[in-house]
C-alpha cells in the first residue's frame, strides 16, 4: 500500500512539473490553450494527490487550477475549484479550508450564484461545528439562512434557523433566543405546504426550551396554549401531549413520570440527540427543585423531643 502512495505522488509530481512548465513556456497556440493545457495538468496532479492521501498537495493543485481558470476570467470555474481545495484542506488544515471556502463564496456571489453561496456558508458552518466553534458557526448558519431566502430556497432556509436555534440553547444565556427562534420556524412552517408537518416538532423544542427558561410548567401550559391556537391542530398531536406530561412530571417533581414519558415517546418516534441533551438538563431542574423542598420540609421539621418539653 505504501509503495502504491508514493508511485501515486510521484505521478502527482510530474504532473505538477508538467503543469508548470505548461505555463512559463512559450508556445505558438494561444495563451487560453497554454493554460486549459496547465488546468488539465493540475487537475490530474490533485486527483494522484488524493489518491496518495496527501490532501496538502491536493488542496494546492486545485488551487493552481482555480489561479488559472482566473487568468481566463472563468469566476464559475475558479470558484468551483477553490471548493475542491476547501475540501482537501479540510482534512489537515481547517482553518485554509475556510479560507478557500469564502474566497468561493465570494465569487459565487460575484456572479449571482447566491443559492451556491448558501449552501458553502451552510458547509462552513458545519466545519466550524466540528471544530468545537459555535459562535462561527451560528454566523455562518444565519448567513446562508439569509442567502436561501432571498432565493425563495424556504425549506434550506429553515434548516439553517433550526440549526441556530439548536446552537443557542447550548448556553443557558440562549435560552429565550433559542426559544423564540423555534417559534418563528413554527410559524414558518405553517406558511408553507411542505413543512407544515414539522411545525410540531419545533413547537416540542420552544416548550422544552421554555421549560428550561422558567422552570414553571404553568408558564409552559400558556405557551401551549397559544401554540395550539396558531396550529389548530397541534392539540391533537403526540408532541402536545409530550408538552402536557412533561408539565405534569416537573408540577409532581416526579422522575418516574418523566422516565416514562421520555421511554414511551421515544419508543414511538425517537428523540433527536440535542432533545435528549435538553431533557437531561430538565431531568437536573426536577432534581435540584426535588432537592430544595425536601431541605424546605425537613428546615420546618420541629422535633418531637421539643415539642413534648414544650407541652411540658
Known amino acids: 500500500m505504501a509503495t502504491s502512495y508514493a508511485l501515486h505522488e510521484a505521478k502527482a509530481e510530474e504532473y505538477i512539473a508538467l503543469g508548470e512548465s505548461t505555463i512559463h513556456s512559450t508556445s505558438l497556440f494561444s495563451v487560453r490553450s497554454k493554460y486549459e493545457e496547465a488546468i488539465f495538468r493540475f487537475q490530474a496532479a490533485a486527483h494522484s494527490f488524493k489518491l ?183 392539540y391533537s398531536t403526540r408532541e402536545y401531549r409530550f408538552l402536557e406530561y412533561l408539565a405534569n412530571a416537573f408540577d409532581n417533581l416526579s422522575l418516574d413520570q418523566f422516565a416514562d414519558l421520555l421511554y414511551n415517546y421515544d419508543s414511538v418516534c425517537p428523540l433527536t440527540f440535542w432533545q435528549i441533551s435538553m431533557l437531561r438538563r430538565v431531568k437536573v431542574l426536577i432534581e435540584d427543585t426535588l432537592r430544595e423542598a425536601e431541605d424546605y420540609n425537613i428546615s420546618n421539621l420541629t422535633p418531637r423531643s421539643n415539642q413534648s418539653s414544650d407541652s411540658e
Not at 168 to 194: C, T, V
Not at 210 to 222: F, G, N, T
Open 52 to 234: 496518495a492521501r496527501k490532501w496538502q498537495d491536493a488542496g494546492d493543485a486545485f488551487s493552481r487550477c482555480a489561479d488559472c481558470e482566473l487568468k481566463l476570467k472563468a469566476q464559475h470555474e475558479a470558484a468551483t475549484f477553490y471548493v475542491k481545495a476547501s475540501e482537501c484542506y479540510k482534512k489537515v488544515n481547517p482553518a485554509e479550508a475556510q479560507h478557500y471556502m469564502k474566497n468561493a463564496i465570494s465569487m459565487y456571489c460575484e456572479i449571482g450564484r447566491f443559492g451556491t453561496a448558501g449552501k458553502l456558508h451552510r458547509e462552513m458552518a458545519e466545519m466550524c461545528e466540528d471544530n468545537g466553534n459555535v459562535v462561527d458557526a451560528v454566523d455562518h448558519y444565519v448567513k446562508a439562512q439569509e442567502f436561501f431566502d432571498g432565493e425563495g430556497m424556504t425549506l434550506l432556509a429553515i434548516e439553517c434557523m433550526k440549526k441556530v436555534a439548536m446552537a443557542l440553547a447550548e448556553d443557558p444565556e440562549g435560552y429565550d433566543k433559542s426559544m423564540e427562534m423555534f417559534e418563528l420556524i413554527a410559524e414558518r412552517s405553517l406558511q408553507n405546504n411542505h413543512a407544515q408537518f414539522h411545525a410540531r416538532t419545533n413547537y416540542m423544542n420552544a416548550g422544552i426550551v421554555h421549560l428550561l427558561l422558567s422552570a414553571d410548567p404553568d408558564s409552559l401550559r400558556e405557551k401551549m396554549f397559544k401554540y395550539k391556537t396558531a396550529d389548530v391542530t397541534f
